[in-house]
Every structure is written in C-alpha cells, then in structure tokens.
C-alpha cells in the first residue's frame, strides 16, 4: 500500500468554542497511525466507505486522503462519475478524473463503488433533447443510456466493485418519480438500466440507490420494484438507503424496519450508502435528499457558526453510536456503510436545504481531527468484537 498524506500527531478540539478566533486545541498525544480503525474494527463482510470529491481524487486534500487509507475500505465518487461530469456532450467523455479515481481506489486495495448512472439530477439537457426541439423519443432515450453504460460500467469492467444503477426513481409516496427518464422511457427505463449495466460488466455488483426509504409507502415501493426487477431475470445486489439523516429524525425504530424489510422482502443486501448527520433545524418536509425542493426556513437557523457546542457534540455521538449499534445487530444484511464525505470539511449539508450555513456532519471536523463521535462509533465496533 502506498502512504498517502503524512500527518503524524492527532490534536482534539477542546469544546468548540473558538475564543479570541482561536480555537483551543491540546495534542492528544496519540499518533494518527494509533488512532483505531474503523475498517479494522468492523466485523468481517461490512465495508466502510467515504465518499470523495474530485479535489481529493487529485490529491489535494492529503489530510482527509490520509484519513481514507487509514480509516476506510471503500470509495465512493461524491461527483466525478455523475453523468454531467463524466458525459457533458454526445461525444465528449472526461474520464481523467475518474481513471485517477479508480487508480486510487486499486491501487490502495479498496471497494471501489460507481455513482451514479441513471439518475433525474446532474444529467444534461441533450440527454433528454429531440432532434426537433421537444423531448427525445423512448428509442433515443434508451440508445443513449445504453451508449453512456456501456461506456462507463465497460471501461472500469472488472475494477468498479459495484454500481448504483438507478438512484432516487421514487417519490416519498411512493410511485415513480415523474423524471424525463420515466416520462420519455416508460416505466421500464429502470428495468433497462440494470440490463445493459449487467451486459457492461456481469461481475459488477448492481444497486438501486435512494433516500427517505425509512418512510413507509416508499419503503414499500422499493421492495416491491427490486423483487419486479428480479422476478424479471435482472441482477439486482443491493438496495441502497442514502441515509441521510438528523440527529432526531428518523426514529430509530424506523431505520431498523427498514433494514429488515428491505432484507427480509428482496432477499439483497442492504447498503446506508451516503450517511451523514445533520444537526442543524430542518423543516420536517425536507428530509431527504431532495434537490429540487427550496428551502422554507431561513438564514436563522445557522445556529452553530463558530463551532458545534459540547451538548450537540455529545448528541452527534449517541446517534452515531446508535446508528452503529443498529448496524451491528443487523450485520448479516447490511454489507456497507459509506459516509458522504470524509471530514466537515466537505459537505453538502453546508447548502442543503439551506445554502451557507455551517454544519458538523461526520466524524472528523473541518482539520481533520477526530470528534467525540469517531470515538463513540469506535467504542460500539470495539463491544462487538
Ligand atoms: O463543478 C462545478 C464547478 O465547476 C462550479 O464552479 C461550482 C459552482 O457552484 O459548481 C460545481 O458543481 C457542483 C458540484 O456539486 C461539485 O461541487 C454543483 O453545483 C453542485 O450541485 C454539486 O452538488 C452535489 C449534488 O449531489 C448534486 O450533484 C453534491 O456535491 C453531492 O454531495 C450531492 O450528492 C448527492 C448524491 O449524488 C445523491 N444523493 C443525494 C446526495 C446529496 O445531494
């Protein structure tokens, strides 16, 4: 394996307060290199995964890259392999980004994960175009998914452990989501998209990928179009539930029927394929992952700008330790944890569902260094074992 990034001393925040503009740090005296791992520390057959942003592809963020090799087994690509990165016109692919992402992810013996290939977001406006002006017709459509997997999933054949096939085609109702795909295609587009997937690279895990399954008409829904596209010969390897959540929200006991249902009614593996916590006010209605919806709560609710109080921290780490706990108990159906991001550095959540504030999501803060909630998710992988 080679060493990337070469941080030697572990420093801990002390409270979070910053006082004067200084933040009061004390050296912990434990070398990163002994700081416990997480991929270590999980029982055999669950992976722990990260989610990286092109600028750590590059290289350039060697504090969170060192966290990566240390703590993680699997990658997952925050944007790199979104069709409107990798695919932006009918003949034009960018592929040095994520040539150097799966590099990254063999070179250092990790479960590399493809994200995404179909989905309603971040794909272009020609994907969707008619030669005339309006929408392409189902058999453009379907030619043109067909051409962007067999591109992709063909080139990482044998190097990408597993894709999200499909993400988010359902609504929180759960019917499907009225995306172009479903509007042009029919409701086979997604039936189609985990067929030429399998064609590309038949070893290759397939997942379908969404948030908010813990709600129970989607949750339903979900179980219901794996086990169709199943009954139908398709492979299908996994559900993934994004796992975005609050420190409140959802209840416990519904991320747990969700785990068991999804195994117990498709018969895949589960995967929380996106995890993060926010910890900041949200409208009830915006649960989720979804893009689309504007926020209807304002700049007030940015209520920890200088830093994550103690209580909050302490908070952060009981739900994360629940959320361990739950995985655990649950091992024999939940193959992966994939966080989305490695420190607070990085986080969407700074701008979902409100832009511009600031958020304290994941385990490691903005400097990379372990908050109480790495240690409470350490201590329940450490009980288990
Ligand atoms: O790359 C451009 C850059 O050129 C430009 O200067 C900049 C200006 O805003 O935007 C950059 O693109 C942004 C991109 O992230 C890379 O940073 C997009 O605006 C922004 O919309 C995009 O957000 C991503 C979002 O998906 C939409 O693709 C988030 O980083 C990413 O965390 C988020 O991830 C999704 C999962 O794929 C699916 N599930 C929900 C999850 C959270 O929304």
């Known amino acids: 394996m080679r060493p990337v990034g070469t941080i030697r001393v572990a420093f801990r925040v002390i409270g979070a307060a910053a006082v004067g503009g200084l933040a009061l740090v004390q050296a912990s005296g434990m070398a990163r290199g002994e700081e416990p791992s997480l991929k270590r520390l999980a029982p ?14 590059d290289g350039g963020d060697p504090v969170s890259l060192d966290i990566v090799m240390r703590q993680f087994n699997s990658i997952s690509p925050e944007n790199v392999l979104k069709w409107g990165a990798v695919h932006p016109a009918p003949d034009r692919y960018v592929l040095e980004p994520v040539d150097k992402y799966v590099t990254l992810g063999k070179e250092h013996d990790l479960a590399v994960i493809g994200h995404v290939l179909v989905w309603h977001q971040q794909t272009p406006a020609w994907v969707f175009a008619g030669e005339g002006g309006g929408r392409a017709d189902r058999d453009t459509l ?60 038949p070893a290759a ?14 949750r339903e829904a979900a179980i219901r179009l794996v086990r169709e596209l199943r009954a139908g010969g398709l492979k299908v390897d996994g559900v993934g539930e994004q796992a975005h959540w ?16 999804i195994a117990s009614g498709t018969g895949v593996k589960v995967l929380l394929t996106e995890l993060d916590v926010d910890v900041l006010p949200r409208d009830p209605d915006m649960w989720g992952a979804d893009l689309s919806k504007k926020a209807t709560i304002r700049a007030t609710t940015n209520i920890y700008p200088n830093g994550l109080p103690d209580a909050q921290q302490e908070e952060l780490a009981r739900r994360y330790a629940d959320i361990f706990s739950l995985v655990l108990k649950h091992r024999a159906a939940v193959s992966r944890v994939t966080f989305w991001g490695v420190t607070d550095a990085q986080s969407w959540l700074h701008d979902f569902p409100i832009p511009g ?16 909630a790495f240690d409470a998710v350490v201590e329940v992988l450490k009980a288990a074992r």
Do not use: C
Request: positive net charge; without cysteine.
């Open 44 to 57: 055999k057959g669950l992976l722990i995964g990260a989610a990286l942003n092109a600028r750590q592809v």
């Open 142 to 201: 379907l030619s043109r998914m067909r051409t962007h997997i067999q591109t992709i999933v063909g080139r990482y054949r044998g190097r990408i452990h597993g894709w999200d096939v499909v993400n988010e085609a359902l609504d929180d109702d759960g019917t499907l989501r009225k995306t172009p795909w479903l509007e042009a295609i029919g409701p086979d587009y997604v039936a189609k998209a985990f067929e030429y997937a399998h064609a590309a690279d």
């Open 205 to 218: 895990e397939l997942y379908y990928n969404d948030f908010n399954l813990w709600k129970p008409a989607k």
């Open 246 to 261: 609050g420190v409140g929200e959802p209840p416990l006991a519904d991320i747990e029927k969700t785990i068991s249902a």
């Open 357 to 372: 504030r600031v958020n304290y999501p994941l385990l490691w803060d903005r400097q990379g260094q372990p908050k109480r």
